[in-house]
């Protein structure tokens, strides 16, 4: 029985996953990218596919890392996220590693998907 579930989990493997698993430097980068033009924490949650306590944390993270400034949008109500210079930089660095290193991390991920783990 164990053998059948090893060879299914294997076979699953090497076909590649729906769904990639990201690292936090990659949450981070798209977190960053979404909070651009600055969003609402919901848009952050959703277009980010994390949870509302994932978002939540992150965000403390990005706030007091300086990376994210949360602001009010023009009527003083609603909490917007937005992404500071210091952000875009990091931005800027993690796109200049991606390209340094050549790495396509979906192509990688899908064809050694054990390389990140």
């Not at 294997?10 to 990218?33: D, P, Y």
């Not at 980010?48 to 978002?55: D, E, Q």
């Not at 990376?67 to 210091?86: A, F, I, P």
Request: charge should be positive; include cysteine.
């Amino acid at each position: 029985m164990s053998e059948v579930l090893s060879q299914g989990k294997a076979e699953k493997s090497q076909s590649g996953s729906r769904f990639k698993n990201r690292n936090r430097m990659e949450i981070v980068a798209n977190l960053l990218t979404i909070a651009k033009t600055g969003a609402l924490k919901t848009h952050l949650m959703y277009k980010a596919n994390l949870s509302y306590l994932m978002v939540t944390e992150y965000l403390n993270f990005l706030c007091g890392s300086g990376l994210v400034r949360e602001t009010l949008d023009e009527e003083g109500t609603t909490k917007l996220y937005q992404t500071t210079s210091k952000g875009n930089k990091y931005l800027e660095v993690y796109d200049s590693l991606q390209s340094i290193a050549g790495l396509d991390t979906q192509k990688i991920r899908s064809t050694s998907p054990d390389l990140f783990s």
